[in-house]
């Protein structure tokens, strides 16, 4: 019995050190985790910084000062450009490593490593769409350029001599949360992280929505219900812009498709797209006489944020911005003589292609009436707590052939099974030289030169010097289609299909010093229809982009600030297009008292989108729900992915046909009328406010009903921000929904002397135990700007100054 006893009092302890030193389904490592000496505990952050560090550093090819200001952000001054590239590293690293890991990890389809099979489906599509695969090809591209190739490997070798600085006390709390550790940073992670941002801007499809569409409803309807420009638009290179070169020939449009759109053969609510603003006005319409520039990238907000501040210097090089962590070079930004910014273009770079194959092998396609060979490639992925699983991905020569099954993952319902995936971001390229030579422009030629090496995904390029130029670009490298190549799923047998090669990048879309004194873009239509080459079909909607230009046209003697007031307007253009003719529907002596108070209120709504406007609310769901009641029941179908027509058609639709088809419910007896979905709407936005927030009042007030807030990259709990009382909607200028809006908002003045102003919704530590993890979001939600300290020197002492590194070779 003493020996049972023995062995027990044994065995538990072992069992339970395990079961608290392990990691269970979501729970952390309890033991690890809660360790005084390496757990969570060491990753608080006082306020106090050191003041002083002098390091030495084996990688370093020189001396190098960084200098922290006041808001963490690094100021880096080295004497060559492998060393600026290698403190970027390391102080990207400092400061965002598991930021970094997990970004990569995602786009490389890695996230079951640490997780477990929850993420496997994730991990699939990744691979499956080709993110490595395009990672690998463009890293290629990087290699390739002697300039590129050392700044990607000394931006490497900086994070790595972070990471092996660490020790397990120090790493990221994420880390002991999850329970892994980092491991070596390599250049593919790099063109990962560049892959992603492809994947973000430019992986939208619609033509297996479109398809379906084309099959149910004909190509008349089709063509009227999804027009190829939109009924309203003031598109980015003005009206009248005259195109200075000779075109190439357009490729034929292939006899299958003129066939299949003349009717000769049988055969949800679309989400408003990751969008952007940026302008820049001449100095005809400013104070001081020199151009400004904005810009604000709208993106997924995120905890820690997407962007990093930092500031480079080098023979050469000043340039002050914002990088992606895990990238070299700042992407929008400024120097002393020029700033850039850049908004998504959202050109047609991702088709899908129908493929016949021979038998269920999948080793042989049929393509130009011939059989030709797949390429095999095995995808290895590893599974915390389980066995590798080996995906087989088969290639055509367009690229991947996604899926042969319809998977269980919500991301991949837009992808038709059996095609394979032609995008632009599969192919060799070098974006990094762009941002090398922007980040050391001087002038409109330097800009011009740099936007030669941008490959994807499509942005559009805007530019300010202090040569009083101002120019924008829709660039990137967009192939030479057809008209309407890719609006639908293309026969993959068929060679005419293919693209057929490119837009010369000079014939890309531009204007420089308009007539009109300013240059802007918000995604809407790229040009007028008289540029004669296709870029896409659609576009985001007009509304952003007009209150935009509205607003510059009469704009005069603009600051800073004017920019600033600009960027966090909520007036919305829709409910100027739409309240005239839904509102007198309304029959008021129908509604109950909750519904005539709010009637009235959105009556003498100011169609501003603010923070306590209860109409904002009622006329956001409003709308949703009236677009619903339209479209649903003709483009809601069980396994067959439709999308409704977009807004413009449908507010076209309002506007000039009230007797249309579209109105009616096929689903029900009676033959409804607009009137009758206005009321049905109205009335069903109320009821849904009043059952959710109870009595019409303050707790309508936009600000609660949108709930922005700022969520971790995770969404672990607890690490995201506080909820944003905020206005702005979706389509207003300032664009912020409940988790997505201005990612980094900057105003640059150009001028003698150049100033710049920003915020992002963060701070520059990814750190959640640092004072600087979220000190930025209220100042960011307020609608106002930070001066940026642009350095001059080593000891410029403008600015605050609160940490300094010295960093020498070892």
């Known amino acids: 019995m003493n020996r049972v006893k023995a062995l027990i009092c044994i065995i538990i302890p072992i069992l339970l050190a395990y079961a608290l030193n392990t990691k269970f389904g979501d729970l952390p490592p309890i033991l690890k985790f809660l360790n005084p000496f390496t757990g969570f505990w060491q990753n608080a952050e006082s306020d106090m910084v050191n003041a002083s560090k002098k390091m030495k550093l084996k990688g370093a090819h020189d001396k190098i000062d960084i200098l922290f200001d006041d808001k963490m952000i690094p100021h880096v001054f080295a004497q060559n450009d492998h060393d600026v590239y290698y403190a970027q590293g390391y102080v990207t690293a400092m400061h965002r490593l598991w930021q970094m890991d997990f970004q990569t990890r995602f786009a490389a389809g890695r996230i079951s490593e640490v997780v477990g099979k929850k993420a496997i489906e994730v991990d699939r599509y990744q691979r499956r769409m080709g993110m490595v695969y395009g990672a690998e090809n463009s890293l290629k591209g990087m290699m390739e350029d002697p300039k590129a190739k050392e700044m990607i490997l000394a931006y490497t070798e ?7 600085s660490l020790s397990r006390a120090s790493l990221p709390v994420e880390y002991k949360l999850l329970d892994f550790k980092p491991e070596d940073w390599t250049p593919i992670k790099c063109a990962l992280l ?12 619609d033509e297996f929505y479109m398809t379906n569409i084309l099959k149910k409803f004909g190509p008349e309807i089709t063509k009227d219900l999804f027009p190829d420009y939109p009924f ?11 195109w200075d070169f000779k075109p190439l020939p357009i490729p034929q449009t292939p006899s299958g498709y003129t066939e299949m759109m003349t009717g000769n053969i049988k055969t949800k609510q679309k989400v408003e797209g990751i969008g952007s603003n940026n302008w820049a006005v001449s100095g005809a319409k400013t104070k001081s006489g020199y151009p400004i520039l904005a810009n604000d990238p709208h ?7 997407i962007w990093y501040q930092i500031q480079l210097n080098a023979p050469g090089l000043n340039s002050y911005g914002v990088s992606l962590p895990g990238a070299p070079g700042i992407i929008i930004g400024f120097n002393k003589d020029i700033a850039w910014g850049v908004t998504n273009v959202a050109a047609d770079v991702l088709d899908f292609y129908q493929i016949k194959f021979k038998d269920n092998s999948h080793k042989s396609y049929w393509y130009n009436n011939s059989w030709k060979n797949t390429v095999q490639r095995l995808e290895t992925i590893k599974i915390k707590g389980g066995p590798d699983e080996i995906d087989t991905v088969y290639y055509t020569h367009q690229g991947p052939v996604v899926y042969f099954q319809k998977p269980n993952y919500s991301k991949a319902n837009n992808v038709p099974v059996g095609n394979a995936l032609r995008w632009i971001a599969h192919d060799k390229s070098n974006e990094l030289m762009t941002f090398y030579y922007l980040n050391r422009g001087k002038n409109y030629a330097d800009y011009r030169k740099a936007l030669t090496y941008y490959t994807a995904p ?61 240059v802007s873009s918000a995604n809407q239509s790229s040009t007028d229809p008289t540029y004669p080459y296709y870029i896409n079909w659609e576009f985001s909607p007009y509304e952003r982009g007009q209150r935009i230009n509205d607003r510059l046209t009469v704009m005069k003697d603009a600051t800073a600030d004017s920019m600033r007031v600009l960027q966090s307007d909520s007036y919305s253009i829709i409910a100027q297009d739409l309240l005239p003719h839904i509102l007198p529907l309304i029959d008021a002596s129908k509604l109950n008292a909750t519904q005539k108070e709010a009637l009235n209120m959105t009556t003498k709504w100011n169609k501003f989108f603010e923070p306590k406007e209860v109409a904002a609310s009622i006329f956001d769901l409003w709308t949703k729900r009236l677009s619903y009641d339209i479209w649903d029941d003709e483009f809601t179908i ?14 076209e639709l309002i506007r000039s046909d009230l007797n249309s088809k579209w109105f009616d419910n096929i689903k029900t007896s009676k033959k409804e009328t607009l009137t009758d979905l206005v009321n049905e709407s109205f009335k069903f936005t109320c009821d849904s406010l009043e059952k959710k927030y109870g009595p019409i009042g303050k707790n ?28 702005g909607a979706k389509s207003t200028v300032n664009a912020v929904s409940e988790a997505n809006g201005p990612s980094w908002r900057m105003v640059i003045e150009l001028g003698k002397k150049v100033k710049g102003h920003g915020v992002y919704p963060g701070g520059q530590s990814g750190n959640p135990g640092s004072p600087f993890y979220d000190n930025m979001v209220d100042t960011w939600a307020q609608g106002k700007l930070y001066d940026l300290f642009f350095m001059q020197s080593p000891d410029d002492n403008t600015g605050k100054i609160i940490s300094r590194y010295k960093i020498s070779k070892k």
Do not use: C
């Open 458 to 518: 499509a942005q559009n390029f805007i530019f300010a010097s202090a040569e009083n130029d101002i120019a924008i670009t829709p660039n990137g490298k967009f192939p030479l289609k057809w008209k309407d190549q890719g609006k639908f799923i293309l026969d993959g047998s068929d060679p005419a299909n293919d693209w057929q090669g490119w837009i010369p990048a000079s014939q890309n879309p531009t204007v420089k010093n308009p007539p009109r004194n300013f």
């Open 194 to 205: 560049l892959k992603q941002m492809s994947a973000v801007l430019a992986m939208g499809s």
């Open 232 to 242: 309203k638009e003031s598109p980015i290179i003005p009206v009248g812009t005259k």
């Open 299 to 305: 993106l997924d907000l995120t905890l820690p944020s």
């Open 158 to 164: 900086g994070i790595n001599a972070y990471i092996h």
């Open 700 to 727: 309508w007030n936009w600000g609660k009903v949108k709930g922005t807030n700022v969520p971790h990259l995770a969404k672990i709990p607890g690490f995201g921000s506080k909820k944003l009382l905020i206005g």
């Open 638 to 651: 069980a396994d067959i992915p439709m999308r409704y027509p977009s807004r413009d058609r449908t507010i």
